[in-house]
């Protein structure tokens, strides 16, 4: 299981990055096989902390395109608040830029088995 990241999520993952490194949003694309391919981003103000009721108006607008959401490497408190019953099954990606202004991503599945866990999974992108 891998998550692919189009160009076009790069751009705007890179430009949400240059105005707040504390951003937070939804990953939006679809699944084909054992890939996550996320072909844009929507940054949303505290998306992580969503109600479940937010949370599932959400789902139901963005209906099959709704893979996970994102977060940037200095909100670390984004990985705790993304194990809740709701996001269990989805994408969590960890964004990051390096002295260079290079990305760097980290990506989970939130999973559930009795206990909350992100299990890492490869990110792939563009080039």
């Not at 909100?75 to 099954?89: E, N, Q």
Request: proline residues 3%.
């Amino acid at each position: 299981m891998d998550v692919y990241l189009s160009r076009e999520a790069l751009l705007q993952l890179q430009a949400v990055g240059i105005f707040s490194l504390r951003a937070e949003g939804l990953l939006i694309g679809h699944k084909r096989g054992h890939r996550y391919f996320v072909e844009s981003i929507l940054a949303v103000p505290r998306a992580l902390a969503a109600s479940s009721v937010k949370r599932q108006s959400l789902k139901a607008l963005l209906e099959d395109s709704f893979l996970g959401h994102f977060c940037f490497m200095d909100a670390k408190a984004g990985l705790k608040r993304a194990l809740v019953p709701g996001l269990v099954g989805t994408v969590l990606l960890e964004v990051g830029f390096d002295p260079a202004q290079k990305s760097k991503f980290k990506a989970y599945m939130v999973e559930f088995d009795g206990v909350y866990r992100l299990s890492p999974i490869k990110v792939k992108q563009a080039k």
